[in-house]
Nanobody, 119 residues
Framework: QVQLVESGGGLVQAGGSLRLSCAASGRTFSSMGWFRQAPGAERESVAAISWSGGRTYYADSVKGRFTISRDSAKNTVYLQMNSLKPEDTAVYYC??????????????WGQGTQVTVSS
């Protein structure tokens, strides 16, 4: 059974930092990523990484502030979020796929974790 378990969300002031974690189990994935959905908005991609680590992606809105990484031994992907802005407020979802997670519909999803950035 595939499981993606997220942790690390919370409330932080603008300019602060949070680190999200997503632990995967149940199968081997080729790539993992983070998406987010703000109230009234569509879900959007934030960052992604291939399991080999050789390929990464960042949305323009987070480049230079967020860093995605993975720990192969722990089957876990992280999203380090620095210089957070109120517009980063959203539910953040972890996703994983045996293909490139950003372009395939065949994804597994985590339950989501709330990130709230106060001004």
């Amino acid at each position: 059974q595939v499981q993606l378990v997220e942790s690390g969300g919370g409330l932080v002031q603008a300019g602060g930092s949070l680190r999200l974690s997503c632990a995967a189990s149940g199968r081997t994935f080729s790539s993992m990523g983070w998406f987010r959905q703000a109230p009234g908005a569509e879900r959007e991609s934030v960052a992604a990484i291939s399991w080999s680590g050789g390929r990464t992606y960042y949305a323009d809105s987070v480049k230079g502030r967020f860093t995605i990484s993975r720990d192969s031994a722990k089957n876990t992907v992280y999203l380090q979020m620095n210089s957070l802005k109120p517009e980063d407020t959203a539910v953040y979802y972890c996703a994983a796929s045996t293909a490139w997670v950003l372009t395939t519909e065949a994804r597994s999803w985590g339950q989501g974790t709330q990130v709230t950035v106060s001004s």
